[in-house]
């Protein structure tokens, strides 16, 4: 018994000193993450002695340990294995190989949602923004991306109960039409549509190019565009999520990506990049509208549907929006697309213009 507690206690302390012996020795991971990873602090910096140092330094090793992938991949595989769920700070493990956003569980519960007072903030915001764009001449529509569990709530976890309460995306919808502003309901949109396809990738928290198209056509739709046919497409199996490197970073999942033609031609300066670029700026020869889209990653999938539908579309990545593309770019339509985990963010930004 004792032989066995030392080969015991001899494996958990070379499952702990490996890692780091070999991350001293200079071993590092590949990133399949979508972020920095922390670097090593200095212990002194050009202000003095760094008094972040201590937790600057547990991130480093948090995040470059020799396997951490691995680890990381194992711990998450066995947490699954035994408990049937995974609820991390990134991601949450959901029915039928389905990973869901962390920071979006609050709007799929029904907590801590915004009240009708902010609510009424955000609206008031941007029915003068469309009236002050109208006396332009500028047309304009907001619209809320909703989040995948709000369209795949049936792929949760049943560990998890929503409430009854009213959600954000739900409430700016009527409140944006009681005051006449023009808004897309993609989730009205969306919900039925699941019926004829996936349009949320399995490991990803966005919509994929079939739900992009069908967005896009009820874009057009507003602003008498150009719609294309969603059925029309080709699919290869080449797309890693976003979300599949939270939870099996050493592991290679391939899921189908929808491959539309080009229906149009276009162009730009420089190949677009949304990850190395805020803005992006496309032409085509279709029509002379000038487009401006304030988005966020869920936008990203929209840019080759809208610039194949206007003379020029600038998009814009920034928040809080810059109030100066307007002028410089003098557009004929302005869209602005937010994802709903983040309408909070909207709230604050039109309370800090006294809304």
């Not at 494996?11 to 670097?39: D, F, H, Q, T």
């Not at 595989?77 to 493990?93: E, K, M, P, S, W």
């Not at 496309?282 to 304030?294: A, G, K, L």
Request: some cysteine.
């Amino acid at each position: 018994m004792k032989t066995i507690r030392i080969i015991f206690a001899a494996l958990i302390l070379a499952a702990c000193l490996v890692p780091s012996v070999l991350m001293i020795c200079g071993y590092k991971n590949p990133n399949k993450e979508n972020r920095k990873l922390a670097s090593l602090p200095k212990l002194v910096t050009e202000d003095g002695a760094n008094t972040e140092f201590a937790s600057q330094f547990d991130k480093y090793v948090n995040d470059n340990f020799a396997f951490r992938d691995h680890l990381v991949a194992a711990f998450n595989d066995v947490d699954i294995a035994l408990l049937r769920d995974f609820n991390g700070t990134n991601a949450i493990i959901g029915r039928k190989n389905h990973i869901f956003y962390g920071p979006t569980l609050n709007d799929y519960l029904g907590v801590e949602q915004l009240t009708e007072e902010q609510i009424a903030s955000i609206a008031n915001f941007l029915a003068d923004y469309s009236a002050a764009l109208a006396e332009k001449g500028v047309r304009f529509t907001f619209m809320t991306a909703p989040n995948k569990a709000t369209i795949y709530p049936e792929y949760m976890p049943g560990y998890l109960k929503p409430t009854d309460n009213s959600r954000n995306i739900d409430m700016l919808n009527t409140a944006l039409a009681e005051r006449n502003v023009d808004f897309i309901d993609a989730k009205s949109i969306l919900i039925p549509a699941k019926e004829q396809r996936t349009i949320y990738y399995e490991h990803d928290s966005h919509w994929n190019n079939f739900g992009a198209i069908l967005i896009y056509n009820e874009i057009a739709e507003h602003f008498g565009l150009e719609k294309y046919d969603p059925e029309t497409y080709t699919v290869v199996n080449d797309r890693t999520g976003d979300l599949h490197n939270f939870v099996y970073p050493a592991s290679s999942y391939k899921e189908e990506r929808i491959v539309y033609p080009e229906f149009h031609s276009y162009s730009s300066k420089r190949p677009v990049n949304f990850d190395r670029d805020k803005t992006v700026d496309t032409t085509s020869d279709v029509n002379e509208i000038r487009m401006v889209f304030y988005h966020d990653s869920f936008g990203r999938s929209l840019q080759p549907f809208i610039s194949q539908s206007v003379g020029a579309l600038h998009m814009n990545s920034y928040f809080p929006y810059k109030a100066d593309v307007i002028d410089k770019y003098d557009p004929d339509i302005v869209l602005i697309e937010l994802v709903e985990r983040n309408l909070d963010k909207l709230y604050e930004y039109a309370v800090s213009l006294g809304y």
